[in-house]
Nanobody, 122 residues
């Protein structure tokens, strides 16, 4: 039974920083594709950043240069360091894992999801 637990959301001022954490359990190997997605009110869920098993990362255009996804070595724990936050970053942030091969960017390609954590920038 795969479970993802996010933490680290909250309220922050414009240009501030937050770090989100995601702990994945119930996965029998280390290094599946993991990612961060967000859902802004009125919009579809969208990719923020993903990391494959060999550490290859991918970012959305809005996240590139401001956000950084990292993984604890040897663990299925990922972080999202968010800097220079803007009001447009406000939303619910979700961690997800894909156990099949590859590390795509579409939310529908990820099988397991956390409950989400709220980020508010004002």
């Amino acid at each position: 039974h795969v479970q993802l637990v996010e933490s680290g959301g909250g309220s922050v001022e414009v240009e501030g920083s937050l770090t989100l954490s995601c702990v994945a359990s119930g996965i029998t190997y280390v290094g599946p594709c993991m990612g961060w997605f967000r859902q802004i009110p009125g919009k579809e869920r969208e990719r923020v950043a993903t990391m494959g098993g060999y550490g290859r990362t991918s970012y959305s255009a809005s996240a590139a240069g401001r956000f950084t996804i990292t993984r604890d070595k040897g663990k299925n724990v990922v972080y999202l360091q968010m800097d220079n936050l803007k009001p447009g970053d406000t939303g619910t942030y979700y961690c997800a894992v894909r156990l099949n091969s590859g590390c795509p960017i579409r939310p529908g390609d990820f099988e397991h999801w956390g409950q989400g954590t709220q980020v508010t920038v004002s």
